[in-house]
């Protein structure tokens, strides 16, 4: 019965959907945290704000087009 309610406890629930505009915010600031963690990897400064001063267009083009995507999660328990 524990084993049980731990399993239910761990469980997470994903859905995994294509990027919208109401995405774009969130998913350059991401982008800004990966720079960061590569930054810092690499022995740079590790502030990063590249992909929110200059990604904003790159966005847009990539959910625009057919041949490319951005997935996000919206997690739930």
Same mark, same amino acid.
């Given at each position: 019965?524990? %084993?049980? /309610?731990?399993? *239910?406890?761990?469980? /997470? !629930?994903? @859905? ?6 109401? =995405?774009?915010? +969130?998913?350059? +600031? !991401? ?7 590569? @930054? ?7 502030? @990063?704000?590249?992909?929110? %001063? ?7 083009? *990539? *959910?625009? %087009?057919?041949?490319?995507? *951005?997935? $996000?999660? =919206? $997690?739930?328990?």
């Amino acid at each position: 019965m524990k %084993r049980q /309610i731990e399993r *239910i406890v761990y469980t /997470i !629930l994903m @859905n995994v959907r294509f990027a919208t505009s109401k =995405d774009k915010k +969130a998913v350059l +600031a !991401l982008m800004d945290e990966l720079g960061e963690e590569i @930054n810092r990897a690499r022995g740079y400064s590790p502030h @990063n704000t590249e992909a929110t %001063r200059v990604g904003g267009s790159m966005f847009d083009e *990539i *959910i625009s %087009r057919r041949d490319t995507m *951005i997935f $996000v999660k =919206d $997690v739930s328990v």
